[in-house]
């Protein structure tokens, strides 16, 4: 099991971060306020965002359980991480910048096929 900071780092990969804004989520009375760690540039200040939270980004459960963290990281190629859940389990999922270039996957997901779809293009 990877804890929250090396679980970070393994999504961001090679990539710089932009910027960033990371939630710790008030449970079990841990700490007495949900925590939001903000910044710019490769900055996540790990140490004081493990001690602030008694230890959850050293020892934290990804699995099914409460929710411990929420937020965004952009990064400088255009990309972002967005923290997402289900059922308590959260985990860092990849997003990237629609754009017409990308088809019309990117625009549909999971809210249907591509199937029933008639694409109105402006080419000006």
Known sequence: MKNFKEETLLAIGDRKIEE???RAI???NEFS???IFEGK???IPWDDMDKRTHGLVSSYDDGYGSENWTGWITLTDGSW???KTYDGSEWWENKIRPSLN???GDCIGEFGSVDD???ISDNR
Do not use: K
């Open 26 to 28: 008030h449970f079990n």
């Open 33 to 35: 306020s949900d925590l």
């Open 81 to 83: 991480l967005e923290r």
């Open 41 to 43: 540039g490769n900055t």
């Open 20 to 22: 960033y804004r990371i």
């Open 117 to 119: 779809v008639e694409i």
């Open 102 to 104: 990308n088809g019309i």
